[in-house]
């Protein structure tokens, strides 16, 4: 069965930069499209980010420019490289990922199946 994995949170000043990972078992059976997710207190979760099967990306546009979204195949590792980290930032971040090709791209939390466990980060100002 498919897990994800999150990790790579932490507590960093404003300005500062993260690095989360996601490791994904048992996901190699077709093609396939990788999201980051956050939730901030009393919040609903929202999408940051987005990859897909050709590689191109989408991202939030609070997070455009600062947020930079990559996967390592031979891995089967999700990344997410986070730059000039704002305190709006701070939030639970979410690894998901759905089985996916040809011109589908998926975005909303229903079109995900798949979901880490969630890693924490926190910007202070």
């Known amino acids: 069965q498919v897990q994800l994995v999150a990790s790579g949170g932490g507590s960093v000043q404003a300005g500062g930069s993260l690095r989360l990972s996601c490791a994904v078992y048992?996901?190699?059976?077709?093609?396939?499209?990788m999201a980051w997710f956050r939730q901030a207190p009393g919040k609903e979760r929202e999408g940051v980010a987005r990859i897909y099967t050709d590689a191109s990306t989408s991202y939030a546009d609070s997070v455009a420019g600062r947020f930079t979204i990559s996967q390592d195949n031979a891995k089967l590792t999700l990344y997410l490289q986070m730059n000039s980290l704002k305190p709006e930032d701070t939030a639970i971040y979410y690894c998901?990922?759905?089985?996916?090709?040809?011109?589908?791209?998926?975005?909303?939390?229903?079109?995900?199946?798949?979901w880490g466990q969630g890693t924490q980060v926190t910007v202070s100002s």
């Open positions: 048992g996901y190699t059976a077709a093609p396939r499209c």
């Open positions: 998901a990922g759905t089985y996916c090709g040809g011109d589908y791209r998926p975005s909303s939390i229903s079109d995900f199946g798949y």
